[in-house]
Nanobody
Framework: QGQLVESGGGLVQPGGSLRLSCAAS????????????TGWFRQAPGKEREIVAV????????GYADSVRGRFAIVEDITARTVHLQMNNLKPEDTAVYYC??????????????????WGQGTRVTVSS
């Protein structure tokens, strides 16, 4: 009923930038009036998956993990059903597999991963010199 596809990962040096994209498709995301909430999560080797950033359906509400606030920016293109994560001043500790996740009906707690119904396959980001 719905699909999320991430792109944009890769290898970057510390201090560099990357832009991740998450494209939504399928019937679950076809209603342009839906209150879709989309988040970016990441999982580093040996660690649990954690929230990175989240954006509300209208783009007016955004949330960031403390570790990325001021360096990352989440934006959405509503008509294209795509959410981007602009990552600047990357650090080695940002190395992880990044996942986008979404709930077409919104979420009540944006940190609660169980509220996100659709997940992408993940894109790897490596920050290393």
């Amino acid at each position: 009923q719905g699909q999320l596809v991430e792109s944009g990962g890769g290898l970057v040096q510390p201090g560099g930038s990357l832009r991740l994209s998450c494209a939504a498709s399928g019937r679950a995301f076809s209603d342009i009036t839906a209150k879709i909430t989309t988040g970016w999560f990441r999982q580093a080797p040996g660690k649990e998956r954690e929230i990175v950033a989240v954006i509300s359906w209208d783009g007016r509400r955004k949330g960031y993990a403390d570790s990325v606030r001021g360096r990352f920016a989440i934006v959405e293109d509503i008509t294209a059903r795509t959410v981007h994560l602009q990552m600047n001043n990357l650090k080695p500790e940002d190395t992880a597999v990044y996942y986008c996740a979404s709930n077409p009906n919104g979420v009540s707690s944006w940190r609660d991963q169980s509220e996100y119904l659709y997940w992408g396959q993940g894109t790897r980001v490596t920050v290393s010199s």
